[in-house]
């Protein structure tokens, strides 16, 4: 009892010191750099490394374990053997926290001072405002409780089912470069088929891996053919709800006025530690209740032992899946399409927001930010820029997707899909850069930010660039607008150019001239 306590204790404090490391680990990615770009690379390579990680435990836990055993008749090896795992384990990882902790160091800038400090009513309050964050927690939290209880059972299910502890090794081996592949086509496969789809497409391959695992009796090869067909899809499952979540952020600034982008992704770590602990406990039970403790072999295992494990295994994990998919499709409602709605929304409120904000300028002669053909507002086919309810302006059909600071100023807006930005010089005349329309359902791809907000630039500096074709195979138009959003704060406006002049970038193209 006094071991089990001590135990019980010792498990728990490394448990929760582990949820503090993993949710610091994947929030630091902001902190170590402004570039988009860098930051981009620097969560592929962490998401490629976990990915190694987490797989490589599977492929050397059985041999480490018993290599270290002083008896080698148990499949899972005895307490010497386990005791060498865990020091091994134990060493690599403080090594490699020190590493992390010396060898980076967060980039200091302005732009992530912050006075506020946030309580846990706060807290509550954004999360209980942001039902589709909600919504998506449970359908994670019942997904991660059928995939986290099958994946722990298959070391038991190895070991005492089919009598081979080798094979999970030799599972976990395929896993390691499955799991690579099945990443590298996220992108395409969410862009072919949208997130939703994709994600029952998920559930579906999943639930008949199960039915495969579930069937495979003694055999070595359809047991892994089950296998790895629950487990194809669950990298690809993860990347749908963390995409979802990450778009909740600008669901959750439309419903409440402010943007909490760090608590609600802190919300994917929390789920998955409660729903991780849920299923631990889960399997240790089952394991008990099927007689799967020390001293036991596949030979020793009764046939209500068996019963009782396979449904464990696979009849609760399906339908931990089932109730998962449902709230998903019945209640997730944030679609990509759903998004770019709510991001334009954001955009119109804030240019809405500044547009009686008086410039202190009498006159503002502006340059365009690249070179192009020129276009009036009224040839626009948006009724919003046409309208000028954004500010009056011109458009540009571009020759190419370099976009340069028309003056020296700060950047007011950037939006996450870096499709258009928000400049404020020092006479406080605001000027939006949109490239294209309907561009935000892009999701950022084929744009490049340099700045970030609150960024300050110079007059010529290269702020975004964009990839024309992508806009134009997505059958968009690719017209860039230029309006100042507070030009209510002028009496006339006027094109410097004709209609339809070939311009290039810093051209002088319109100008504005204060009231009397």
């Not at 270290?68 to 386990?82: E, I, V």
């Amino acid at each position: 009892m006094v071991y089990l306590i001590i135990f019980g204790i010792v498990y728990l404090l490394m448990d929760v010191f582990y949820s503090f490391k993993d949710t610091g680990f994947w929030a630091m990615i902001p902190a170590l750099s402004l570039d988009s770009r860098e930051r981009e690379k620097t969560s592929t390579f962490a998401r490629v490394g976990s990915t190694i990680g987490a797989n490589l435990v599977g492929v050397i836990i059985t041999p480490i374990v018993l290599f270290f055993s002083s008896s080698k008749a148990n499949p899972n090896g005895d307490k010497q053997g386990w005791f060498f795992f865990a020091l091994i384990v134990a060493v690599i990882g403080i090594l490699t926290s020190i590493a992390v902790g010396l060898g980076t160091h967060e980039v200091k800038s302005a732009l992530r001072e912050s006075k506020e400090k946030t309580t846990l009513k706060q807290v509550f309050k954004v999360l209980g405002q942001n039902d589709q964050l909600l919504w998506l927690a449970f359908a994670y939290w019942f997904y991660g409780l059928g995939v986290n209880t099958l994946n722990a059972l298959q070391l038991y299910y190895f070991s005492y089912i089919l009598g081979d502890a080798h094979g999970y090794s030799l599972l976990y081996t395929i896993n390691t470069f499955v799991g690579l592949v099945s990443v590298s086509f996220f992108p395409s496969l969410a862009k072919k088929f949208n997130r939703k789809r994709l994600f029952y497409a998920c559930i579906g391959i999943m639930l008949l891996g199960i039915g495969i695992f579930s069937v495979a009796s003694g055999s070595l090869a359809l047991s892994l053919v089950g296998a790895e067909l629950f487990f194809i899809p669950q990298p690809l499952a993860f990347l749908v709800v963390l995409m979802i979540i990450s778009d909740a952020v600008e669901y959750g600034q439309l419903k409440t006025g402010h943007r909490d982008e760090a608590l609600t992704l802190s919300v994917r770590p929390l789920v998955d530690k409660l729903g991780g602990a849920l299923s631990n406990w889960f399997v240790s039970l089952i394991a008990v209740t099927a007689g799967m403790t020390t001293g036991a072999t596949a030979s020793t295992i009764t046939s209500h032992g068996r019963m009782v494990f396979k449904l464990a295994m696979f009849a609760f994990p399906a339908v931990m899946l089932l109730i998962a998919v449902t709230i998903f499709a019945k209640k997730v409602l944030l679609t990509e399409e759903k998004h770019a709605e709510i991001v334009d929304q954001l955009e119109a409120q804030f240019s809405q927001s500044h547009a009686e904000k008086p410039a202190q300028a009498e006159k503002f002669a502006l340059a365009s930010p690249l070179s192009g053909q020129l276009m009036t507002l009224d040839m626009l086919d948006d009724p919003v820029f046409a309208s000028r309810k954004l500010g009056d302006g011109f458009a540009l059909v571009p020759e190419d997707g370099k976009v340069y600071a028309p003056f020296a100023g700060t950047v007011r807006q950037l939006a996450k899909t870096r499709h258009s930005i928000v400049l404020e010089n020092e006479a406080g005349v605001l000027v939006l850069i949109h490239i294209g329309l309907g561009t935000v359902r892009l999701n950022g791809t084929g744009f490049v930010s340099y700045v970030e907000e609150g960024s300050k630039v110079e007059a010529g500096q290269e702020i975004l660039e964009f990839w024309d074709p992508v806009i134009k195979r997505a059958k968009l138009d690719d017209t860039v607008v230029v309006t100042v959003v507070n030009s209510k704060s002028f009496e006339a406006s006027r094109l410097l150019l004709p209609i339809g002049h070939s311009i290039k970038a810093l051209d002088n193209v319109f100008e504005l001239e204060g009231k009397k």
